[in-house]
């Protein structure tokens, strides 16, 4: 340690202003309050109530670093050293935890975990501290900030934060802000004893979609005056059309999006299945080596999260398809034209995919984190908000078939696939190499496939078993949308995951499933080639 | 000729494929010395084998260490491992061929209640001896299976408890994964917060299937149930994989623990170490030992089982200290017995004392179960659980809910004179078979 500090609290400040003066850092100018310090200490607390007055106490001081302080205790960041109970800020690094001190923001150097004591915080105080945040940021000269600190107060305002808010209006400049700040003094209006505040508060809000507003309007509903029971209702109405309107669009959204992680899953397979005609049952298995791939890459590129996973994309791509070109090479190409056999034999390469995963691997499942561009929603209004991860999965699906499809329709490799699986002898006569053409169109199935995997690592766990998870659902989609159409593939996906988000909110999602596969079963009854069937010569064979 | 041989290293593929999972029995050379078995089912494949695999590291390591402290009545153990392959059916096949052909002498195993269902009537026939250490759904009571894991009273009730008294919860989530343990307990909470005065428009109960990943419009509805402006709570049932993208979802359509806490009763140390946690912070979940409890016993655990695993960053999680608490009580026992015939271990099991994890004992109750004590924790985003809260002393074991219409006047008592699983008080006699 190279500091010490007396125990004795004068001598202690005597020392801090001692050395505050002749530091020459910024700090230098605010003198450390006894409230400041004294709430400071208040933080070591074991009880989590002392800590809220603390937390409390800090804000009132209107110190400049309070701020700071909040923001690291909420992130678990704040400390204090065992020896002589220094608050500190700690960011971990790799052999311990490189410190800052809380009075002067002096470098602290490194200090391993187990001379530190962590500030603990629970839901609760992280509540305190989150409004203490917005309200200290409301200040702030970062207009994201401030915009952020306000929306933050929702269903939190208290007389204290709304007396904030009226005098910050004065000075705020920015539209956006502005507007948040007097929904928000509006909403706080509904609760005023004045009719004429209470109506005019009503027909402000009266296109207003938080949830808080539609719950005070829930109650004044049955106001015993009249014109405002009548106001309210007729406001409530507006807001209820308009709350229903954007569910919908928001179930579209959820099932597009369901619709895209079927597509990206069973792509792979249009092109094994529907194009080649074999049935793999280790396709699930495909995917999960994506998935495992870019686990792989993320761990050799630790502090590149977002890069890892843009990496892992065509890092997954040749895994997954010369596994593909393997298993065909071994064992599918002994097994043409007799689909029995090939579908016993990939599912036992499933299964030994599977296991030898959990042989290297371990069965436990590995996590994959998730870039902060891909978390968090975009948020359109109170009521509709689309979550990043979600949006960035339709682009990437489609972007994905775009490719394939261009594969195929535009260059020789294509042309050569689609020859083959229309006409192989004619192709054969032609010049074309079939069994080679076999092996690249089954790795190519096999590294889309594993592209998917690069794609569900985002949403669902990167395990042994994730192969098998979307093994049904990817011989359902192909097989409705028609084998060997690629835009078969694409809208059959869609449909279903819209028809199944659809039928979800009423039917729970157990029964919603059960449905799309007895629809499915009765469709194929009826249209046994699915939604496109593939028309001339090729059908036939 | 050539097709023929293709023919023939194809199907020999397939037949390596499935022989390469199924029953792998390590019995070690058998006529060594005479020894004590001890059965080990859990599985060492299959989706279950993610929780269950460590259960049979735990029980190796306290069979070495008994070994080393000089076995049992003289002799040393033996394990036999069986692998169940996460499949319901051979769970019963495996525990007739342990107790038949193996003639082990105790039985720990089984995870998820099917298997223990599947189980029971065979362990029950062949009268063995088996420990169950996880949390399950109660409603059960086998002379022969001794429940280590927690009751509801152990885990959900005290845990409902706590958001209602503490976080001041009026609106509840129940949500679970769709097979008999989610259903059991959410009919006893529901059961149980009507009795407390919660309306039925205040709770909403929604099951998804086994490893379901889609959580968009479940989570949304969360939301909007949520935002009546009264505070809500999910209690979570959800089992292992699924929470992942359960707690994605959360995280990315912005509820965060302050919101809306989610309780779980499935999420431990052991699934948190698969996971980035960072949407997690601040959920809950309740069990009867963390990790990052401080005791003694819990250091020395810890500091053993990271030794015998040879990995610093291993974890330890609830049912692992189910194990050892069960596994010292038969050793325990059969020390009292002096002998490990079944039935005398069973009454010498009954009321036996061993310290727990967190710094009290557990004692095994005539009902087969123990007493325990329930803890709150909340994540951190290093993957362990902070106590936030804990009950003053051990909470008994209730097979028998005491929310549900069909099981309130049951209990199960294993001594005499009552000697039975489903006695009904009300009633006075014994419903010959239990469910």
């Known amino acids: ?541 | 000729m050539n097709i023929n041989f293709k023919k023939i290293l194809a199907t020999t593929l397939v037949i390596i494929s499935s022989t390469f999972l199924s029953s792998q029995a390590f019995s070690a050379d058998e006529k060594k010395k005479e020894t004590i078995k001890v059965g080990v089912l859990h599985s060492l494949s299959g989706t279950m084998a993610i929780s269950e695999t460590t259960l049979k590291d735990t029980m190796l390591m306290l069979i070495e260490q008994q070994n080393k402290k000089g076995g049992l009545l003289g002799k040393q153990l033996e394990a036999v491992v069986v692998d169940p392959a996460s499949d319901w059916p051979l769970f019963a096949e495996k525990t007739r061929e342990l107790i038949s052909k193996e003639k082990v002498d105790s039985i720990f195993g089984c995870w998820t209640s099917v298997s223990r269902k599947s189980v029971l009537p065979v362990i029950e026939e062949l009268n063995g001896l088996m420990f169950y250490p996880v949390q399950y759904e109660g409603e059960e009571s086998s002379k022969n299976i001794f429940y280590t894991g927690a009751a509801p009273n152990q885990q959900a009730i005290p845990a409902v408890n706590y958001l209602m008294d503490e976080i001041k919860v009026k609106r509840w989530v129940l949500a679970g994964t769709d097979y008999v343990y989610p259903r059991t307990t959410n009919k006893i909470l529901k059961a149980y917060l009507i009795s407390k005065g919660v309306a039925e428009k205040d709770i909403m109960i929604n099951y998804t299937p086994f490893g379901h990943s889609d959580w968009q419009s479940i989570v949304s509805d969360i939301k909007k149930f949520g935002s009546a402006g009264m505070k809500t709570a999910v209690v979570s049932t959800i089992n292992g994989d699924a929470n992942v993208p359960f707690y994605k979802e959360l995280g990315n359509q912005g509820l965060s623990s302050e919101d809306i806490p989610v309780v779980a009763f499935s999420v431990g140390e052991e699934e948190l170490s698969g996971l980035d946690t960072k949407p997690l912070v601040g959920h809950l979940a309740a069990w009867n030992y963390f990790m990052s409890v401080e005791s003694k016993e819990n250091e020395e655990f810890i500091k053993t089982w990271q030794a015998f695993i040879k990995d610093k960053k291993r974890v330890t999680n609830d049912p692992m200290e189910a194990h050892v608490i069960g596994f010292r009580m038969w050793v325990k026992a059969v020390e009292k017995a002096g002998t490990t015939d079944t039935d005398k271990v069973i009454d010498a099991m009954i009321g036996i004392e061993v310290p727990n994890m967190t710094g009290g004992t557990a004692k095994m109750l005539k009902n087969h179960h123990l007493t325990k004590p329930v803890l709150i924790g909340e994540i951190q985003e290093d993957g362990q659980f902070d106590v936030v809260w804990k009950t003053d002393s051990e909470v008994p074991g209730d097979a028998w809910s005491d929310f549900l219409p069909g099981s309130k006047d049951l209990i199960s008592d294993w001594t005499a004179p009552i000697k039975c699983g489903n006695y009904n008080t009300k009633e006075k006699k014994c419903l010959a078979t239990a469910k």
């Open chain 1, 1 to 541: 340690m190279t500091f010490f500090f007396p125990k004795n609290k004068i001598l202690l400040i005597l020392f801090l202003s001692l050395s505050l003066l002749f530091s020459s850092n910024s700090f230098a100018e605010t003198t450390n309050s006894e409230p400041f310090i004294q709430a400071l200490e208040l933080l070591q607390s074991k009880s989590y109530q002392e800590k809220g007055r603390a937390i409390e106490q800090l804000t009132a001081t209107k110190d400049e670093r309070v701020q700071s302080i909040l923001e690291a205790m909420l992130k678990a960041r704040l400390f204090y050293t065992k020896e002589n109970k220094v608050t500190v800020i700690g960011i971990k690094k790799e052999d311990g935890f490189s410190l800052t001190h809380i009075l002067n923001q002096k470098d602290l150097g490194i200090v391993s975990k187990s001379n530190l004591k962590k500030i603990k915080v629970n839901n609760k105080l992280r509540g305190i501290l989150r409004a203490s945040i917005a309200t200290l940021s409301l200040s702030s000269s970062d207009t994201k900030k401030r915009l952020n600190a306000v929306k933050q107060m929702y269903g939190k305002t208290n007389k204290a934060t709304i007396d904030a808010l009226k005098i910050h209006l004065e000075t705020e400049t920015n539209n956006k802000i502005r507007s948040e700040i007097e929904t928000l003094l509006h909403i706080n209006d509904l609760d005023s004893n004045d009719k004429e505040t209470q109506l005019s508060a009503i027909k402000f809000l009266s296109n207003d979609l938080h949830p808080e507003t539609k719950n005070k309007l829930v109650v004044l509903k049955d106001h015993s005056n009249k014109e405002i029971a009548a106001a309210s209702q007729s406001a409530l109405k507006n807001i209820n059309e308009k709350l229903g309107f954007y569910d919908n669009v928001n179930t579209a959204f959820f099932g597009l999006s369901l619709g895209s992680v079927l597509v990206l899953a069973a792509i792979g397979l249009a092109i094994t299945f529907g194009v080649m005609g074999v049935i793999n049952m280790a396709h699930g298995e495909l995917i999960m080596l994506g998935a495992y791939t870019t686990y792989v890459i993320q761990q050799l590129m630790p502090n590149y999260i977002g890069l890892s996973l843009v990496v892992a994309v065509p890092a997954a791509f040749i895994v997954s398809g010369s596994v593909g070109i393997l298993i065909e090479r071994l064992v599918i190409r002994h097994l043409y034209g007799r689909p029995l056999e090939t579908l016993l034999a990939t599912f036992g390469i499933s299964l030994i995919l599977q296991q030898a995963v959990r042989s290297v691997f371990s069965p436990l499942n590995r996590s994959v984190e998730t870039p902060s561009w891909l978390s968090g929603s975009l948020e359109i209004n109170p009521a509709l908000s689309l979550t990043y991860n979600r949006l960035y999965i339709i682009l990437f699906c489609l972007a994905v078939f775009t490719l394939l499809f261009l594969i195929i329709k535009k260059t020789s490799l294509g042309l050569s696939v689609q020859a083959v699986s229309q006409n192989r002898s004619m192709a054969r006569a032609m010049g074309i190499r079939a069994s080679r053409v076999d092996a690249l169109t089954f790795g190519l199935g096999s590294g889309i496939a594993g592209i998917a995997g690069v794609a569900l690592s985002q949403l669902t766990n990167v395990g042994p078993n994730l192969g098998q998870a979307y093994i049904i659902d990817s011989f359902m989609v192909v097989v409705f949308g028609g084998v060997g159409n690629l835009w078969g593939t694409l809208i059959s996906g869609f449909t279903l995951g819209i028809a199944n988000k659809f039928m979800e909110p009423w039917a729970g999602a157990v029964l919603a499933k059960i449905m799309v596969l007895v629809f499915i079963i009765l469709f194929i009854q009826k249209r046994p080639r699915g939604l496109f069937p593939q028309k001339g010569r090729a059908a036939e064979s």
